[in-house]
């Protein structure tokens, strides 16, 4: 049976949000490790209680020895948990074309009655809630608020994680390009259906982690009509910081006198949506024009190591880094980072490079729009222009050789904005103004 954390008794629960105490938040998400948004959701658990609000975190799949990851109850959870991404793909099985890496049917059914019984949170916040860890019908057994920070467009799409500029999502889904179906009633229009169904009436309050996911939203048929407020994601910046430039090279065991661009992203070579295929054309571009012959390409976040596919300059590929430390260290040792991503509703790398004074180069879309101020603190190339990309490539590896002012600015950035203690205050303000707003219903 798992355990859950100590918790004060009901009584000084009840007569601490009289006083309109600290909130009390459960949060939930699927993973505990692996991705950014698994740690992001860490990070601003921890940011919070450091803050004084009393904040758990369940996880649906708790693979880490991370005391602050608490796994779902039950004996038998951990079975069920490493079989519902199998069991919730089974719909998928009709659509064997299908192009997109990832969907969620979110059709498993999933008990949550224990868990509020034993934390009885004011609020619960969904985080990342895929791969069937979360159903649908489930967001009726909370009976309380709902914050749910969207990381990607599944929560308005009839099941993609992301749509590959498909824009059906703006209506009701059906004839869905991914599923390669012609019938209106197909797969994607039954889940956005059944969305709409349990989701109409809920007292949901959510947070998009760019101002593109927001529009998104704001023009999707299924949460248009509810509330939807901008954060965006935050950063430990103690785990990300700079280093000697040298001193990480030597770490990495990378040469001192080369012009080094990093590039990284969970599936980097395989995933299209990352800009693999964009980066090795700019690069390309680069070479074919004189001026790659001092580059070198370093590519992280593929489960294998060796050199990468299709690039007829020097490269290396570390394969997937788990140590913060050591991934703070290979953004030291470069000289710029290239984040392609031709759909981001954030993007996380960009501002680990950034806190670790690495400028980036990105494409001007989607979340890199909110982070990079083009030619200031990094370059927004013209989406999805690869002349424009390498064009960056070259302008940003030019103002790195004149100087540290590009970095620092960069950092700086980073500072101000995405901080997790400052977001975490965001959240917390919206915590105490959804609690406000409920306790003067309930009195009127």
Not at 132 to 147: C, E, S, Y
Not at 193 to 203: Q, V
Not at 347 to 352: A, D, N, P, V, Y
Request: glycine share 8%; net charge positive; charged share 25%.
């Amino acid at each position: 049976m798992a355990v859950l954390l100590d918790t004060p008794s009901t009584t000084d629960r009840r007569d601490a949000r009289s006083r309109g105490d600290a909130p009390r938040i459960l949060h939930l998400s699927t993973y505990d490790a692996h991705d950014g948004a698994a740690r992001g959701s860490a990070w601003l658990n921890k940011a919070l209680r450091q803050r004084g609000v009393d904040s758990s975190i369940v996880v649906g799949r708790k693979k880490s020895d991370d005391p602050a990851f608490l796994p779902m109850p039950g004996r038998i959870a951990p079975i069920t948990a490493r079989l519902r991404l199998r069991l919730d793909r089974i719909p998928l099985s009709r659509y064997p074309a299908l192009t997109e890496s990832f969907w969620t049917i979110g059709w498993i059914p999933c008990r949550f009655d224990r868990i509020l019984r034993d934390i009885e949170p004011d609020i619960v916040h969904l985080h990342w809630v895929g791969a069937g860890f979360l159903p649908i019908r489930a967001l009726r057994q909370f009976r309380r608020p709902v914050v749910w920070t969207l990381r990607d467009m599944w929560g308005f799409t009839g099941g993609c994680h992301y749509t590959a500029g498909c824009e059906r999502y703006h209506e009701s889904c059906g004839c869905c390009p991914q599923l390669h179906s012609n019938r209106e009633t197909d797969l994607s229009r039954a889940i956005w259906n059944a969305k709409r169904k349990h989701w109409t009436g809920l007292d949901l309050h959510l947070v998009a982690i760019s101002d593109w996911l927001a529009r998104c939203v704001q023009s999707s048929g299924l949460l248009h009509s509810f509330p939807v407020d901008v954060i965006p994601n935050g950063l430990e910046l103690g785990r990300f910081q700079p280093a000697d430039k040298q001193f990480a090279r030597r770490a990495w065991n990378l040469p001192a006198d080369r012009q080094i661009v990093v590039y990284g992203a969970l599936r980097a070579t395989t995933d299209p949506r990352k800009g693999y295929r964009e980066l090795i054309a700019a690069l390309a571009r680069l070479k074919e024009g004189g001026r790659g012959e001092n580059m070198m390409l370093v590519v992280f976040g593929d489960e294998k190591v060796g050199p990468p596919p299709q690039l007829a300059m020097e490269s290396h590929n570390v394969g997937y880094i788990e140590d913060d430390q050591r991934l703070s260290l290979l953004y030291s040792a470069a000289d710029i980072a290239v984040v392609p991503s031709k759909e981001e509703a954030f993007g996380k790398t960009l501002i680990e490079a950034m806190a670790c004074g690495t400028p980036v180069v990105a494409f001007d879309s989607g979340g890199p729009k909110d982070i990079i101020t083009h030619r200031h603190d990094g370059y927004l190339a013209a989406a999805y222009s690869i002349d424009d990309l390498a064009e960056g490539v070259v302008w940003s590896l030019d103002q790195v050789r004149s100087g540290p002012g590009l970095g620092q600015r960069a950092r700086a950035k980073v500072h101000a904005k995405f901080d997790i203690d400052v977001v975490a205050a965001s959240y917390e303000k919206l915590y105490r103004s959804i609690l406000a707003n409920a306790a003067a219903r309930d009195s009127g």
